[in-house]
């Protein structure tokens, strides 16, 4: 397997808040990488400093073994294409406006798109299914059909690398299994996907290789059934988690044990029904 | 499911250019009818209709050297503001943006006043707009350096120092009116609310070089622009250096909007309401978006300039007064209609 992306004892945050301490990982071609772990573990971050977003505090990343702040900013967008977790959008541009920007870094600044951009542009969106889409505006959409089309844009990139963010969060059940199938056969292409997930079920069913963050710290990376062991989570998500492989499926379900009533939560319910639903007051 | 009727409406614009051309060059106290002009300019530009009117050679010195030059720095300017409009609303991402926000309109002003109070204003033609030009520009770079950290440039915090810097400027200039003479006042207010009238050819081809440049430069980086109207991280995903356009698009757009304000002083609400008002026709793609705001702005302007002479029998009404006056209710009524849809 050709080694393509690298990172060797990277520490790094936003200014002086230091999010991922001393991460080291190879990640090479064909790979479906999924970063998990709990809310505020880092794992976002870690995408952001592998895109050369964020000033590594120590350590180095190297992408086809070159320094990754040796690349231009155009060179590195060739290179790897980045998902953030949140479009936000002042206008209302159209998919196909939309699908337009992947290809800008193909472009020299006086250059206008191409009948080739066009074409690229076209597979993209039949692809990912947005064809019939491509003169609404985003706004427009449902949060399913928005995502396909910034999936659509990532592959108009042409990248070797993928970086997703939260892509599936908050889509319905079919959505988010069919962007993680787009990925599995991206990567059979070749193509290299990293993405931060939630759904630890749908990980476990699509991704080749899992990293398991805690407190900015990798505390495992390997195949999926290596990672999503009982003691790993509870000790990741500090919550008590059972991984089952379910006998007729045959995948992994995940779900936590809930903590032992102390007592306490009683008392606390009962001052949240409150008093009307038990006729104290006389109304009802 | 929408669709854009691009070629119609620029058959639309440019049918409404040529209507309001003629208006302007038709409106005013010296007496010409509207067919006349008409006529006169179809001849002008050597299309043989309406052969039967012509107009007189007093008709003819008016046109030329009064209504002509006024209606051009008026098409000029009105062009130039509401394409600078749009590329700020895009390069901010911000649908409120204009030029005045980022302290063109202060920083020009202070400059007239500065203008004023030493004199040069009376002793040569160009005295006042250069200095109007060197305040927009100075109050513009104080605003830029102020919201430069680290060779960023955070929209929010540039929109900021925007309103500072327009604060110390309007500060600056109510200073100096204080120790003015009252003629001067006088000459001050006079600049102060945007004017075309008395505006000569020299004043046209004071701004044709630089507005003309800016607009080009302007339409050159309309793809460029609809990226960073995508918001700052888009823009970096696709591998865009952010802060070098920013920086660029930010200069071309002074430079068009102080080109144009130092020649007719501050005229508001064209470089807001015409590229709103366009992107709703047209769409945010500013490659339809800029020349559509062109030409919208345009017309809008001289438009406003026919009507404010036309008002009044033996007084005008000044062009900017007209922009406010005409653009405030259609500006509410976007905002209104906005929410009625989200």
Same mark, same amino acid.
């Given at each position: 397997?050709?080694?393509?992306?690298?990172?060797?004892?990277?520490?790094?945050?936003?200014?002086?808040?230091?999010?991922?301490?001393?991460?080291?990982?190879?990640?090479?071609?064909?790979?479906?990488?999924?970063?998990?772990?709990?809310?505020?573990?880092?794992?976002?971050?870690?995408?952001?400093?592998?895109?050369?977003?964020? *000033?590594?505090?120590?350590?180095?990343?190297?992408?086809?073994?070159?320094?990754?702040?040796?690349?231009?900013?155009?060179?590195?967008?060739?290179?790897?294409?980045?998902?953030?977790?949140?479009?936000?959008?002042?206008?209302?541009?159209?998919?196909?406006?939309?699908?337009?920007?992947?290809?800008?870094?193909?472009?020299?600044?006086?250059?206008?798109?191409?009948?080739?951009?066009?074409?690229?542009?076209?597979?993209?969106?039949?692809?990912?299914?947005?064809?019939?889409?491509?003169?609404? *505006?985003?706004?427009?959409?449902?949060?399913?059909?928005?995502?396909?089309?910034?999936?659509?844009?990532?592959?108009?990139?042409?990248?070797?690398?993928?970086?997703?963010?939260?892509?599936?969060?908050?889509?319905?059940?079919?959505?988010?299994?069919?962007?993680?199938?787009?990925?599995?056969?991206?990567?059979?292409?070749?193509?290299?996907?990293?993405?931060?997930?939630?759904?630890?079920?749908?990980?476990?069913?699509?991704?080749?290789?899992?990293?398991?963050?805690?407190?900015?710290?990798?505390?495992?990376?390997?195949?999926?059934? #290596?990672?999503?062991?009982?003691?790993?989570?509870?000790?990741?998500?500090?919550?008590?988690?059972?991984?089952?492989?379910?006998?007729?499926?045959?995948?992994?379900?995940?779900?936590?044990?809930?903590?032992?009533?102390?007592?306490?939560?009683?008392?606390?319910? #009962?001052?949240?029904?409150?008093?009307?639903?038990?006729?104290?007051?006389?109304?009802? | 499911?929408?669709?854009?009727?691009?070629?119609?409406?620029?058959?639309?614009?440019?049918?409404?250019?040529?209507?309001?051309?003629?208006?302007?060059?038709?409106?005013? %106290?010296?007496?010409?009818?509207?067919?006349?002009?008409?006529?006169?300019?179809?001849?002008?530009?050597?299309?043989?209709?309406?052969?039967?009117?012509?107009?007189?050679?007093? %008709?003819?010195?008016?046109?030329?050297?009064?209504?002509?030059?006024? $209606?051009?720095?008026?098409?000029?300017?009105?062009?130039?503001?509401?394409?600078?409009?749009?590329?700020?609303?895009?390069?901010?991402?911000?649908?409120?943006?204009?030029?005045?926000?980022?302290?063109?309109?202060?920083?020009?002003?202070?400059?007239?006043?500065?203008?004023?109070?030493?004199?040069?204003?009376?002793?040569?033609?160009?005295?006042?707009?250069?200095?109007?030009?060197?305040?927009?520009?100075?109050?513009?770079?104080?605003?830029?350096?102020?919201?430069?950290?680290?060779?960023?440039?955070?929209?929010? $915090?540039?929109?900021?120092?925007?309103?500072?810097?327009?604060?110390?400027?309007?500060?600056?200039?109510?200073?100096?009116?204080?120790?003015?003479?009252?003629?001067?006042?006088?000459?001050?207010?006079?600049?102060?609310?945007?004017?075309?009238?008395?505006?000569?050819?020299?004043?046209?081809?004071?701004?044709?070089?630089?507005?003309?440049?800016?607009?080009?430069?302007?339409?050159?980086?309309?793809?460029?622009?609809?990226?960073?109207?995508?918001?700052?991280?888009?823009?970096?995903?696709?591998?865009?250096?952010?802060?070098?356009?920013?920086?660029?698009?930010?200069?071309?757009?002074?430079?068009?909007?102080?080109?144009?304000?130092?020649?007719?002083?501050?005229?508001?609400?064209?470089?807001?309401?015409?590229?709103?008002?366009?992107?709703?026709?047209?769409?945010?793609?500013?490659?339809?978006?800029?020349?559509?705001?062109?030409?919208?702005?345009?017309?809008?302007?001289?438009?406003?300039?026919?009507?404010?002479?036309?008002?009044?029998?033996?007084?005008?009404?000044?062009?900017?007064?007209?922009?406010?006056?005409?653009?405030?209710?259609?500006?509410?009524?976007?905002?209104?209609?906005?929410?009625?849809?989200?």
């Amino acid at each position: 397997m050709e080694k393509i992306l690298s990172a060797s004892n990277i520490t790094t945050g936003y200014d002086k808040n230091i999010v991922i301490t001393d991460a080291s990982f190879d990640v090479g071609s064909g790979e479906f990488v999924g970063i998990i772990g709990k809310n505020g573990a880092g794992k976002s971050t870690l995408l952001k400093s592998l895109r050369g977003f964020l *000033p590594l505090e120590k350590g180095s990343i190297s992408l086809f073994d070159k320094d990754i702040r040796s690349y231009s900013q155009r060179e590195l967008a060739v290179q790897i294409a980045y998902l953030q977790q949140q479009v936000e959008m002042t206008f209302d541009y159209t998919a196909r406006d939309m699908v337009m920007a992947g290809r800008y870094p193909y472009m020299k600044w006086w250059e206008q798109s191409s009948d080739r951009d066009q074409e690229i542009i076209d597979a993209c969106m039949k692809y990912t299914g947005v064809m019939e889409l491509a003169d609404t *505006p985003i706004k427009a959409m449902s949060g399913g059909q928005r995502q396909r089309v910034y999936l659509a844009k990532v592959l108009a990139q042409q990248t070797h690398v993928l970086f997703l963010d939260e892509p599936a969060s908050g889509l319905d059940l079919f959505y988010q299994e069919e962007i993680f199938r787009f990925c599995q056969e991206m990567c059979r292409y070749g193509k290299t996907v990293i993405m931060v997930v939630h759904e630890l079920n749908l990980a476990a069913r699509y991704c080749s290789r899992l990293m398991l963050l805690k407190e900015g710290t990798i505390i495992a990376d390997g195949k999926p059934a #290596e990672v999503l062991t009982d003691s790993l989570l509870t000790q990741a998500y500090g919550v008590d988690i059972r991984s089952l492989v379910n006998k007729e499926t045959g995948h992994v379900d995940i779900f936590t044990v809930p903590a032992p009533d102390d007592g306490h939560k009683k008392e606390l319910i #009962e001052t949240i029904i409150g008093d009307i639903h038990h006729g104290k007051d006389g109304k009802n | 499911m929408r669709k854009y009727h691009y070629r119609l409406l620029s058959i639309v614009l440019f049918v409404a250019l040529f209507l309001v051309i003629c208006m302007s060059l038709s409106a005013g %106290q010296y007496n010409l009818d509207f067919i006349q002009v008409v006529a006169w300019c179809l001849h002008k530009v050597g299309i043989p209709f309406l052969t039967d009117i012509n107009v007189t050679e007093q %008709q003819e010195a008016v046109l030329m050297f009064i209504r002509s030059p006024r $209606t051009a720095v008026g098409l000029m300017v009105g062009a130039g503001l509401a394409a600078s409009g749009a590329v700020l609303q895009g390069l901010f991402s911000n649908p409120l943006a204009d030029p005045g926000i980022i302290g063109v309109s202060s920083g020009a002003t202070f400059g007239a006043v500065v203008a004023i109070i030493i004199g040069i204003n009376s002793t040569s033609l160009i005295g006042l707009p250069i200095s109007a030009f060197i305040g927009a520009v100075v109050a513009v770079s104080l605003t830029i350096g102020l919201a430069t950290r680290h060779g960023r440039i955070p929209v929010l $915090t540039l929109l900021l120092a925007g309103v500072v810097v327009g604060m110390l400027f309007s500060a600056l200039t109510a200073a100096m009116l204080t120790i003015m003479d009252d003629h001067k006042v006088q000459q001050y207010l006079f600049w102060t609310i945007g004017s075309l009238d008395y505006r000569r050819w020299e004043h046209v081809l004071m701004g044709v070089v630089p507005i003309s440049l800016g607009i080009i430069i302007m339409l050159m980086m309309a793809r460029h622009l609809n990226i960073l109207a995508l918001g700052e991280a888009e823009a970096k995903a696709v591998g865009m250096n952010v802060t070098r356009y920013r920086l660029l698009l930010l200069a071309v757009a002074t430079m068009t909007t102080a080109s144009g304000v130092c020649i007719t002083g501050s005229i508001g609400f064209v470089g807001l309401i015409i590229p709103h008002m366009m992107r709703m026709l047209v769409g945010p793609n500013h490659r339809h978006l800029l020349p559509a705001s062109m030409v919208g702005g345009a017309v809008f302007l001289v438009f406003c300039d026919s009507v404010g002479r036309m008002l009044l029998t033996n007084s005008e009404i000044n062009v900017g007064i007209m922009t406010a006056i005409l653009g405030t209710p259609y500006f509410l009524y976007l905002l209104r209609k906005n929410m009625d849809i989200r």
